[in-house]
């Protein structure tokens, strides 16, 4: 390595997982297998998705999408996470899906009925004004 510690190379996350499992690490960052995910990580993903593209949209339009078009591109983020993932046996892919729903529905019927300034907006993705 040239001039460069490895502090400035490896993530707080890196060293962290580094320091707790350095086969996990190496599994991880040198030969880049991933973990498969969990339902929450799925849902949680999609979930962020979702109102990511909310937001991109309300930042053209300065409007939010109905609850209709949010649930739609929800369901379609949620099953390309769900392909990614190993279910466990506990696990459901409709006890997700609704839930996820229901999730969406509350963020739509209280997070979207409160007004955003434009400048609070713009400010949430620096370097794209």
């Given at each position: 390595m040239d001039s460069a510690t490895l502090a400035e190379v490896l993530s707080p996350s890196q060293i962290s997982q580094f320091l707790n499992c350095p086969a996990k690490w190496m599994c991880r960052?040198?030969?880049d297998l991933k973990d498969p995910g969990t339902a929450a990580t799925a849902l949680g993903t999609a979930f962020?998705?979702?109102?990511?593209h909310n937001f991109r949209q309300k930042r053209?339009?300065?409007r939010d999408l109905p609850l209709a078009e949010c649930l739609e591109?929800?369901?379609n983020a949620l099953g390309r996470q769900l392909e990614t993932i190993r279910l466990q046996k506990d696990e459901h892919p409709m006890e997700v899906l609704e839930l996820g729903e229901?999730?969406?529905a509350k963020y739509v019927e209280e997070a979207t009925s409160r007004p955003i300034s434009s400048a609070a907006l713009r400010s949430a993705w620096p370097g794209e004004h």
């Open positions: 960052y040198l030969l962020h998705e979702t109102i990511a053209e339009t300065a591109f929800f369901r229901t999730m969406i």
